[in-house]
């Protein structure tokens, strides 16, 4: 049903959610990076588990926690892992659940498959581009085997059209400007809007299953926030657009950070 590769990337995702999940129920001590963001044991842990699945797959890997080849080498590589190990480390010491493992496979630039985990509702999203499918499975346990994973698994459908009512991914608490202006554009062509929120890559996953309509992202991100997050979207149909070249998001540039970009379904 899946291939070799996407078959690592779920097996690893669930380790990796295993410890986090141990880091989770003790004491959480956070140390900052140069860049002033958060870093956690759970980081750490997760990005160790992760390296030892994928360094036998003989592809290399961008992680946000590994230190970044230079761009002279990684510009020759045609396929690459591109990896999170803890999307939405603020939620994570927040302790609110919306935190996730992303993994994606990255082929010339493009995802052609990506893992999304949620260590703490064990709830696994992941997608192979080339079959046009995306599912959703809801674990019992981190352990679940991958025959297991595989019958749990079900279709992701985004949403069809639904008159002039507008779902669409934000902050309820801290919406800039770009966005609100966005929004704001909906509402001048009459639509009528409402926010949904969550935290992490799971904003790419509520529009893949039908929970929104439109992620509007007019802030910071790096590669590895979102090329799960992508590959999940692009097999349903749903494409992530980026604001300054109008074409799909791209992977393993020389400047990791992503431009501002839009996920939205392509109809």
Not at 8 to 16: E, N, P, Q
Not at 32 to 60: C, R
Not at 88 to 98: L, P, V
Not at 181 to 194: R, T
Request: proline share 4%; glycine share 6%.
């Amino acid at each position: 049903m899946i291939n070799k590769n996407l078959e690592i990337a779920i097996k690893v995702s669930l380790k990796a959610g295993e410890v986090i999940m141990d880091v989770y129920s003790s004491v959480i001590e956070v140390e900052y990076k140069d860049d002033k963001s958060p870093l956690t044991e759970a980081d750490k842990k997760a990005n160790d588990i992760i390296n030892a699945f994928l360094v036998p797959t003989n592809i290399p890997i961008i992680s946000e926690e590994n230190k970044q080849t230079d761009y002279a080498i990684r510009k020759t590589w045609g396929t690459c892992w591109v990896v999170d190990p803890v999307d939405g480390t603020k939620e994570f010491i927040k302790r609110n659940g919306e935190f996730t493992v992303n993994i994606a496979l990255v082929t010339n630039g493009k995802p052609e498959s990506g893992v999304i985990y949620v260590p703490a509702t064990k709830v696994l999203y992941f997608a192979d581009v080339s079959t046009k499918k995306s599912y959703k499975a809801e674990l019992n346990s981190h352990n679940t085997p991958i025959e297991e994973v595989l019958e749990k698994a079900k279709l992701l459908l985004p949403k069809k059209k639904d008159g002039n009512h507008i779902q669409v991914v934000g902050s309820r608490s801290h919406m800039n400007q770009e966005t609100l202006d966005f929004m704001e554009g909906l509402k001048s062509e009459g639509a009528e809007v409402e926010i949904v929120s969550k935290g992490s890559s799971l904003k790419f996953c509520l529009v893949a299953e039908g929970n929104a309509d439109v992620y509007p992202r007019f802030a910071p991100t790096m590669e590895w926030d979102t090329a799960a997050g992508q590959a999940i979207c692009n097999a349903v149909g749903i494409d992530v657009i980026s604001k300054e070249s109008n074409k799909s998001l791209l992977y393993n540039k020389e400047n990791l950070l992503n431009p501002w970009f839009l996920v939205s379904k392509n109809d």
